[in-house]
C-alpha cells in the first residue's frame, strides 16, 4: 500500500491512500481546468503532482513519522517532460512547482529551478510505478499566437493544481473545515436582489433621468457576446450599481459564475463592498485586500462561523462577489507562490470590472493589458474598463499594443458628457500655498485637493482654525476617516462652513458635493475626479466652479509629467477639458508616445520565450505594483480600538480582532516604521503588532504625524 497523508492519532488503516489523493486531486483540477477547456490537462497534472511519493523513502518517512525533507515533486514533473514533449514542458512547470512556486526555467537565482528539479528526479524514474497507461494525448484548447499566452495557461494550470491539492489534503486531513465552504447564493438571487433594489430608483431629477438612462443601456448591452468592454460613465452616473448590474446580467446570459470587482484603493474598498453587502444576502460578497492578512492566523476554531467562510473563500476566491484591489489582482495574476496562484483558475468564467480604469500603473501597463486579453480571449470571462476619464487603451494604429474594444456599454459617451456637464474649470496659473489657504478661506465650503500627504497637512496647517475646517488623508485610520466624512456631509447638507484640505483619496468613490473645488495641477483625470465632487447633483442654479493651480513650490516629482500631459491638453481642449476627447488626447500623450515605457521592467521578456524558458519567479519578483512595503500601525483612536488592544495582547486567537482593528490602522512606509520604532514612538505587542504608544504623534484633526526628517514626498494619499 502506498500512502499519502497520515493524521496523528489515525491508525494507519485509516491513512490517505496515494492513489486516493492523486485521483482526487486529478478531479478537482479536472474540473477547474473545464472552465477554459483545460480538463484533460488538470487530470494529468493530478495524478502525477504527487508522484514521487511512491518512492520508497518517502514510503518509509510516512510509515516512521519522520521530519526528513523527501522530495516527490521532481518525478511527476520529470516523467511528463520527458513523455509528452512540449505538453510535458506546460505541466512539469506546474509539478515542480506545486509545493514551493512556480520555478524559473533554467537559472536558480531564486530557488532551484526547472531543470534542476527535473534533474533531481535523474536516480529514482525505475523506483515507480509504470506511467504509459496513464499518458493520453492532449491539446491545447486554443491555437496560440504568442508564446506568453502558453505561459499564462501554465500558470492557470498551476493554479487548478495547487487549489486541486490543497482542498483535497484538506478534505481529508480537516473535513470539518471542508464542509464549511460553500460557494455561496446563486447569481440568480443576487441579480433579483439588486434588481428590486434599482426599481426604486426614479427618473425624479435631471440627473436621475440620466442615470436611469444609462443603467438601462447597458442592461440592454449584456446580452452582447463576451469581450472586452468600456464603460464610460461622466462622476455622479452611478457607475458602481450599474456597472454590477450589467456583470450579473451577463454573467447569467452567459454561464459565467462570478463578479469580480477591482478598486484601486485599499482606503475606499470597504466603502464599495458595503454598498453590496447592503443589496445582497449574507455570504454573497467577500473582500479581499491587504491591511491585516488573517490567513497567518491559525486559529479557525474561535472565528465566527461566518468569518471563517469568508476566510475560506479568500483563499481561492469562491464566491459569486469578489472585490478587491489593483494590488491583490494584478500582482496575483504574476505571482509565483501558490498561495497567491490559487485564487487565478476563478477568474475564468467571470466577470471582471476594473473600476477607476484609468489607475492602471503606467510602468506596468502593457503586462497589465496582456493578462486583460488573454482572459477575455481564452478564459470566457469578459473586462469591463469602468471610469469616469476613459484611458485611451484602445488598440489603433498608433497604439498596436491596445486592446480589442468589443463596445462601449454606456449610451453615447460625448452626449452623456455634455449632459451632465455642471462645472466649469479656471487655471489659476501658479499659486504659493499661503495664496491657495486664502481661496479656501474665501468660501463658505470648498474642498481643495493636493497631491501628497504631506502637502495636504501643510495646507491644512494654514486653515485649521477657519470655521469648518478639516483634513482628510490615509494618515488618519478609516475610523477617523469615516467620522470626518460623516461630519462633512452634515455640514454640506445644512449649509454650514465646510472647508476641506485632502489627498486624492476622495476622489475616487467618495460622494461629497462641494459648490468650489481646487486642485493641484496633476494629471487630467485626476483633475476630472475632483470637478466630480463639485455640484454632484446639479443642485447649484450655475455651474459649480473647479480651478487648478500649479504650486509655487513646485510639483512633486511622481506628478510632473502627468501635470506637464495635462497642461498640453488643457490648451488644445480649454473650451471642454473633461470631454472624452480631451481625455483621449491627455491619455495618448501618456501611452502612445512612451510606449517603451509601459513593461519597464521587462516582465513581458521572462514569460514569452518561443522555447519555454519562462522565468515565472523572476517576473513575479519584478511586478510589484506598490514598490516600497508598507506597515500597518494601530492607532488608540477611541474607546472601542482601545478595549480591542487590550483584547488582542490575550487572546489566543487574535484573527477576529485583527479584522476590527484594521478600522484603527495607518500604513507607513517601512523606513519610516523604523524611524518611528527607533524614536520610542510605537509599541510591537506581543512580537507582531505595531501599536502608537506616542499619542501626540497622531491629531485628531489631521492624523499621523510623520516627523519632517523621515516624511516622504511620495505619500500619494
Not at 429 to 454: H, Y
Request: proline content about 5%; overall charge negative; glycine content about 6%.
Amino acid at each position: 500500500m502506498y500512502y499519502a497523508h497520515t493524521k496523528e492519532g489515525v491508525d494507519e488503516g485509516e491513512w490517505q491512500l496515494l492513489d486516493d489523493h492523486l485521483n482526487g486531486v486529478a478531479e478537482f483540477a479536472s474540473g477547474f481546468s473545464a472552465v477554459f477547456g483545460g480538463s484533460d490537462w488538470g487530470c494529468l497534472a493530478g495524478k502525477f503532482h504527487d508522484y514521487g511519493k511512491f518512492k520508497p523513502d518517502f514510503q518509509k518517512k510516512i510509515h516512521s513519522n519522520s521530519n526528513a525533507v523527501v522530495d516527490h515533486k521532481s518525478i511527476g514533473a520529470r516523467l511528463l517532460s520527458d513523455r509528452l514533449g512540449h505538453v510535458g514542458k506546460l505541466l512539469s512547470f506546474c509539478i515542480a512547482g506545486h509545493h514551493g512556486g512556480l520555478p524559473d526555467s533554467s537559472h536558480a537565482n531564486l530557488g532551484e529551478s526547472l531543470d534542476d528539479i527535473l534533474e533531481k528526479a535523474q536516480p529514482y524514474l525505475n523506483c515507480v510505478p509504470e506511467t504509459s497507461s496513464k499518458l493520453n494525448s492532449v491539446e491545447l484548447p486554443f491555437t496560440p499566437t504568442s508564446a506568453f499566452q502558453l505561459s499564462f495557461f501554465t500558470r492557470m494550470l498551476f493554479s487548478a493544481l495547487v487549489d486541486a491539492d490543497f482542498l483535497d489534503t484538506e478534505r481529508y486531513m480537516n473535513p470539518e473545515k471542508f464542509s464549511m465552504r460553500e460557494t455561496g447564493p446563486d447569481l440568480e438571487i443576487l441579480n433579483e436582489r439588486l434588481n428590486e433594489g434599482i426599481s426604486k430608483f426614479k427618473p425624479d431629477t435631471r440627473v436621475n433621468k440620466l442615470r436611469c438612462e444609462i443603467l438601462d443601456h447597458c442592461l440592454e448591452s449584456a446580452n452582447l457576446n463576451p469581450g472586452l468592454f468600456t464603460l464610460t460613465v461622466p462622476t455622479g452616473g452611478g457607475k458602481t450599481l450599474t456597472s454590477m448590474a450589467f456583470a450579473l446580467k451577463h454573467a447569467l446570459k452567459h454561464g459565467m459564475r462570478r463578479v469580480i470587482y477591482v478598486i484601486p484603493y485599499t482606503s475606499i474598498i470597504e466603502q464599495n463592498a458595503r454598498v453590496f453587502k447592503e443589496i445582497f444576502p449574507p455570504g454573497s460578497v467577500i473582500e479581499h485586500h491587504s491591511n491585516f492578512d488573517d490567513s497567518k492566523f491559525k486559529d479557525e476554531e474561535e472565528i465566527p462561523f461566518a468569518g471563517l467562510r469568508h476566510r475560506l473563500a479568500c483563499e481561492n476566491w469562491d464566491a459569486p462577489i469578489v472585490v478587491t484591489t489593483n494590488v491583490q489582482f494584478f500582482e496575483s495574476l504574476f505571482a509565483a507562490k501558490p498561495s497567491r496562484c490559487r485564487k487565478l483558475h476563478n477568474l475564468a468564467g467571470s466577470v471582471i470590472i476594473l473600476d477607476e480604469a484609468q489607475m492602471l500603473p503606467v510602468e506596468y501597463l502593457k503586462p497589465c493589458m496582456r493578462v486583460l486579453e488573454e482572459l477575455a480571449t481564452n478564459y470566457n470571462s469578459s473586462v469591463v474598463l469602468c471610469t469616469a476619464t476613459q484611458p485611451a487603451l484602445q488598440k489603433s494604429e498608433n497604439f498596436s499594443d491596445g486592446l480589442e474594444i468589443a463596445a462601449e456599454l454606456a449610451p453615447a459617451p460625448d452626449r452623456m458628457h455634455k449632459k451632465f456637464k455642471r462645472t466649469e474649470l479656471q487655471d489659476k496659473g501658479v499659486l504659493s500655498f499661503d495664496e491657495v489657504a486664502q481661496e479656501i478661506c474665501g468660501a463658505e465650503q470648498g474642498l481643495c485637493i493636493v497631491n501628497t500627504r504631506a502637502r495636504a497637512a501643510e495646507l491644512f496647517s494654514k486653515i485649521k482654525d477657519e470655521p469648518g475646517a478639516a483634513h482628510l488623508s490615509a494618515l488618519m485610520c478609516p475610523a477617523h476617516r469615516t467620522e470626518a466624512l460623516t461630519d462633512i456631509r452634515t455640514k454640506l447638507a445644512s449649509g454650514k462652513p465646510c472647508r476641506i484640505v485632502s489627498t486624492q483619496l476622495i476622489e475616487a468613490g467618495v460622494d461629497v458635493s462641494f459648490p468650489l473645488v481646487i486642485r493641484e495641477l496633476s494629471g487630467l483625470d485626476s483633475i476630472a475626479q475632483a470637478a466630480g465632487r463639485c455640484n454632484r447633483e446639479g443642485e447649484l442654479a450655475g455651474m459649480g466652479q473647479v480651478s487648478v493651480f500649479e504650486p509655487a513650490e513646485g510639483l512633486p516629482g511622481p506628478f510632473r509629467q502627468a501635470a506637464v500631459n495635462a497642461q498640453n491638453t488643457l490648451r488644445l481642449y480649454s473650451d471642454d477639458p473633461f470631454s472624452p476627447q480631451a481625455m483621449h488626447h491627455f491619455f495618448a500623450d501618456t501611452y502612445w508616445l512612451k510606449s517603451d515605457q509601459l513593461d519597464k521592467k521587462n516582465v513581458l521578456e521572462d514569460l514569452n520565450s518561443p522555447h519555454g524558458q519562462w522565468d515565472f519567479r523572476t517576473a513575479a519578483k519584478k511586478f510589484r505594483l506598490i514598490e516600497n512595503e508598507m506597515v500597518p500601525i494601530i492607532i488608540k483612536f477611541n474607546d472601542k480600538a482601545e478595549k480591542l488592544l487590550r483584547d488582542l495582547v490575550f487572546t489566543e486567537f487574535p484573527a477576529a480582532i485583527l479584522r476590527k482593528l484594521q478600522h484603527f490602522t495607518v500604513q507607513v512606509y517601512t523606513h519610516q516604521f523604523a524611524a518611528l520604532n527607533d524614536m520610542g514612538a510605537i509599541e510591537i505587542v506581543d512580537e507582531k503588532y505595531a501599536v502608537l504608544v506616542d499619542e501626540s504623534l497622531y491629531d485628531f484633526e489631521a492624523g499621523l504625524s510623520v516627523p519632517e526628517n523621515i516624511s516622504n514626498d511620495n505619500f500619494i494619499v
